[in-house]
């Protein structure tokens, strides 16, 4: 797989899961194979996924990132010895930490649903001009940076003011539901044949509806710079297939 194909959220998943440390082996900088360049996105989420565990009392080491091209068999051998033991002295996770099951269980979870509004937040606000990984260090090192996911991990809905809103339109959905089923934070109104509604004063503006809905209908709009629509009334929300009209004999 990728490294870039790693995303923020499976990090957190494996520590949620049980593993005490994550380790990402990309591919060397500059040395993609595609035409992605998805380690440097790897490597934003690695400096995202250490602020998270810093944020929740996790000792940031516990994530690290490598190249390792795939002829450097004893690179990648000596790396994970070097991981594995580091991770061994740490312990389990939350011990040393001084956090119990239950504190970590819900930093996690914390966390694990800021996924998708964090990479809206990072897309938006965390790229970097010239891709290199000194350009990525000295952005998660600036101090605005720094104090941006601060304020983002301490409340997410301060800094989702300023990002895009979303706008489900009544005219094109259809009442799937997929939106409403992947909403992170159960921000969606609606049910079946019924147009969705989004909770405006909840929705932490993170971008999964605009994505889960199938381009097909393209019924979710990414709103900047304009209000955002009244929702529809819920008495008009009821999707009533349009009868055809009968043949004329
Ligand atoms: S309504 Fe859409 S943008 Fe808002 S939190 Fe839910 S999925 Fe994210
Ligand atoms: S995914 Fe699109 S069409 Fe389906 S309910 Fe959501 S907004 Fe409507």
Redesign the pocket.
């Known amino acids: 797989m990728c490294s870039g194909r790693v995303d923020l959220a499976f990090l957190i998943r494996a520590l949620a899961h049980g593993a005490d440390g994550v380790i990402i082996g990309g591919c060397w900088l500059g040395e993609c194979h595609y035409v992605t360049e998805g380690n440097y996105d790897a490597l934003a989420n690695m400096h995202l996924g250490k602020k998270m565990l810093e944020h929740i009392g996790l000792k940031p080491e516990r994530l690290r990132i490598e190249w390792i091209s795939a002829s450097e068999g004893t690179r990648f051998a000596e790396i994970m010895t070097d991981f594995s033991n580091e991770i061994r002295d740490l312990g389990p996770l939350g011990e040393i930490e001084g956090l119990d099951a239950d504190a970590l269980k819900a930093g996690l979870e914390s966390v694990g649903k800021m996924v ?2 964090l990479k809206i937040l990072a897309r938006e606000k965390l790229q970097v001009q010239v891709k290199s990984e000194e350009a990525y260090t000295k952005l998660f090192e600036n101090e605005k940076t720094i104090q941006l996911l601060d304020d983002f991990l301490a409340d997410p809905a301060s800094v989702a003011e300023d990002l895009p ?2 706008y489900i339109d009544p005219e094109l959905c259809v009442g799937c539901q997929i ?1 409403l089923n ?7 109104d609606g049910g079946k044949k019924t147009i969705h509604v ?3 004063d ?9 994505h ?1 809905c199938p381009p097909r209908i393209g019924a ?1 709009r990414r709103i900047t710079n304009e209000p955002i629509p009244p929702p529809i009334p819920e008495e008009e929300r009821a999707i009533v297939k349009k009868k055809k009209p009968a043949k004329q004999p």
């Open positions: 998708p509004q809103a979303y939106c992947k909403c992170p934070i159960q921000g969606i989004i909770d405006q909840v929705c932490t503006h993170c971008g999964t509806c605009f889960a979710v």
